[in-house]
């Protein structure tokens, strides 16, 4: 009778222990995505649906920086993680009232800083918009295997900066045009039509006639920003392209957040996959063990 209780209980032990490695492997990190893609390419509206769908936080740069200025107005005075904050957004501030750009090493502070507070750690991220260099790509990596080794939980694989998933819109110049240049704004409301995609009511008169296009939204504009996005696209795509899925951002909105959908839970089922097969390696691994007590204990 003892021997068959002990075995049982070894058995039931094991049992236990399977049952509460594979919860463990289930339970998912929290989804770490950056979304790239040309200007009016729709990621605007496509970072709103994945945040909300995921419960990621969504992280723009212009967001961002206004956040570490902030910080390093509010943080005038304090220690010595304050004193940091403050250095971080003072020379941010500089550049952006000077018009010039925020140089690399700055900005992926920034996005370093944000991406570890425990917002991000605790629900995951959608970085919208960077990096849109290949060095900028590098110099972030970087930093997150850095950061990463200096964490003082770096063995648990909660932890985790890398991103998951490199979402880039793929849309024709020629539609990327189109719907720029064929933007009006209402300048009473501010409200924002196309001629072609969304215009104005039929009815109001007066609104068609006071919309303007707005400085930005020229040929000659649209053209500029094209230029400088296409400078650098294909290297940053080519930097991620292990965790690169494009999606075909000509479609509708719905059309896109669909495909967007179904690549995402398709990462997310993979992973699992793959967390399962870890753990039936590692059960597979210590199962001679378990055997031989049960042996033992039979005997």
């Given at each position: 009778?003892?021997?068959t209780t002990t075995t049982t209980t070894t058995?039931?032990?094991?049992?236990?222990?399977?049952?509460?490695?594979?919860?463990?492997?289930?339970?998912?990190?929290?989804?770490?995505?950056?979304?790239?893609?040309?200007?009016?390419?729709?990621?605007?509206?496509?970072?709103?649906?994945?945040?909300?769908?995921?419960?990621?936080?969504?992280?723009?740069?212009?967001?961002?920086?206004?956040?570490?200025?902030?910080?390093?107005?509010?943080?005038?005075?304090?220690?010595?993680?304050?004193?940091?904050?403050?250095?971080?957004?003072?020379?941010?501030?500089?550049?952006?009232?000077?018009?010039?750009?925020?140089?690399?090493?700055?900005?992926?502070?920034?996005?370093?800083?944000?991406?570890?507070?425990?917002?991000?750690?605790?629900?995951?991220?959608?970085?919208?918009?960077?990096?849109?260099?290949?060095?900028?790509?590098?110099?972030?990596?970087?930093?997150?295997?850095?950061?990463?080794?200096?964490?003082?939980?770096?063995?648990?694989?909660?932890?985790?900066?890398?991103?998951?998933?490199?979402?880039?819109?793929?849309?024709?110049?020629?539609?990327?045009?189109?719907?720029?240049?064929?933007?009006?704004?209402?300048?009473?409301?501010?409200?924002?039509?196309?001629?072609?995609?969304?215009?104005?009511?039929?009815?109001?008169?007066?609104?068609?006639?006071?919309?303007?296009?707005?400085?930005?939204?020229?040929?000659?504009?649209?053209?500029?920003?094209?230029?400088?996005?296409?400078?650098?696209?294909?290297?940053?795509?080519?930097?991620?392209?292990?965790?690169?899925?494009?999606?075909?951002?000509?479609?509708?909105?719905?059309?896109?957040?669909?495909?967007?959908?179904?690549?995402?839970?398709?990462?997310?089922?993979?992973?699992?996959?793959?967390?399962?097969?870890?753990?039936?390696?590692?059960?597979?691994?210590?199962?001679?063990?378990?055997?031989?007590?049960?042996?033992?204990?039979?005997?």
């Amino acid at each position: 009778t003892t021997t068959t209780t002990t075995t049982t209980t070894t058995t039931s032990n094991v049992l236990l222990r399977d049952q509460n490695l594979q919860k463990q492997q289930d339970r998912q990190r929290p989804l770490k995505i950056i979304i790239m893609g040309g200007p009016a390419s729709g990621k605007g509206t496509q970072c709103e649906r994945i945040a909300q769908e995921h419960n990621l936080i969504h992280l723009s740069t212009g967001d961002m920086l206004r956040e570490a200025v902030k910080k390093c107005e509010d943080d005038i005075g304090g220690g010595d993680d304050d004193d940091h904050h403050h250095d971080v957004g003072r020379i941010a501030k500089e550049y952006m009232d000077a018009g010039k750009l925020v140089p690399d090493d700055i900005m992926i502070q920034i996005v370093m800083d944000r991406i570890s507070q425990s917002d991000c750690v605790e629900n995951g991220w959608l970085l919208d918009g960077f990096p849109r260099t290949e060095q900028q790509a590098h110099s972030m990596t970087t930093q997150m295997t850095t950061k990463l080794s200096e964490h003082p939980n770096n063995n648990n694989d909660d932890i985790h900066f890398a991103a998951d998933i490199f979402l880039f819109l793929n849309v024709p110049d020629s539609i990327l045009m189109d719907r720029v240049v064929g933007r009006r704004m209402d300048p009473v409301t501010g409200k924002i039509y196309h001629v072609q995609f969304s215009p104005p009511p039929i009815e109001d008169a007066s609104i068609r006639e006071r919309l303007v296009q707005r400085s930005d939204d020229t040929v000659e504009k649209m053209q500029s920003r094209l230029q400088q996005f296409h400078t650098n696209v294909d290297s940053v795509r080519q930097y991620y392209q292990d965790i690169l899925i494009e999606i075909d951002g000509s479609k509708s909105a719905n059309d896109v957040a669909e495909s967007i959908r179904d690549v995402i839970q398709e990462s997310i089922r993979n992973r699992r996959v793959g967390n399962r097969e870890d753990r039936d390696q590692e059960v597979e691994e210590e199962s001679p063990a378990c055997i031989e007590t049960s042996a033992l204990c039979s005997v």
